[in-house]
Every structure is written in structure tokens, then in C-alpha cells.
């Protein structure tokens, strides 16, 4: 098993579809059945941001993400969810320090912290049963 911050190299371009269009694609089709309008603008919203996200990837890759770009997209989303654990920590203890915040928030950063250690420690153990992903 390598380490969780073993870098990936640089992604390579190639003539697949860039993943943020498909992703985007499947958030649309989820915005289709939207209950209710406040659902349908916090997916677009999303979708808004997640063509910002796109362009800031490509501006610091040079390319847009794509499957198949010499990464491993396991890897590269397991490093990612260990950011997302650490960045919502913080929030939480942050809310938790602030005597005006709503305790509906801190229940909210309280259930996606423990949510997202699960789901990490989902990742490590199909990591190591798993020896295609090598981490």
C-alpha cells in the first residue's frame, strides 16, 4: 500500500468526454424531478459552481478532467475525501465556537463529518482487499 499522499502525475489528454459535462449532465436529470423550486435553483446553483470548478481545473492542469488521463481517479477521490473530512472538522468546531449559530447547522456539519469518515473508511478497505488501487 502506498501512502494517501502519494502524488498522481500530471493528467494526459486524450478524446474522451470531460467528466464535469457528465456529471453535470446527471445533476440536470436529478433537477428534472425537483419538488419544488427552492430544490431546483440549489441544483442549479450546484451547477453553476461546478462549471467553475471545471474552469479552475483547467486552468491549473492545462486540461479538463477526463477518464482514462494516466491518473487514478480512486486515488485522486480518496485524497480528496480526506480533505473534505478535515475542511468540515473545522467548520464544525468553528459553528460549535460561535454562540449565534444555528444548532440546526451544527447538526448538519455533525452528520456530514461522521458520514464522510465513513465513507473514507469504506475507500481504505476496498483499498486494501481491493490491490488494483494500490494504496
Known sequence: ???????????????????????IDDVKTKMQSAI?????TAYEQVIKDMHERDTFGELKYHIRLQAFNGRNAFID?????????VYTKQALIE???EANKENGYIAFLSEMYNKSINTATVY????VF??????
Open 1 to 23: 500500500m502506498t501512502s494517501a499522499n502519494t502524488p498522481e502525475p500530471a493528467p494526459i489528454a486524450n478524446s474522451n468526454h470531460a467528466v464535469w459535462d457528465l456529471v
Open 36 to 40: 419544488n423550486v427552492v430544490l431546483q
Open 77 to 85: 477521490s480518496y485524497q480528496e475525501l480526506l480533505d473534505y473530512i
Open 95 to 97: 459553528a460549535e465556537a
Open 124 to 127: 481504505k478497505l476496498w483499498m
Open 130 to 135: 481491493d490491490h488494483k488501487q494500490k494504496a
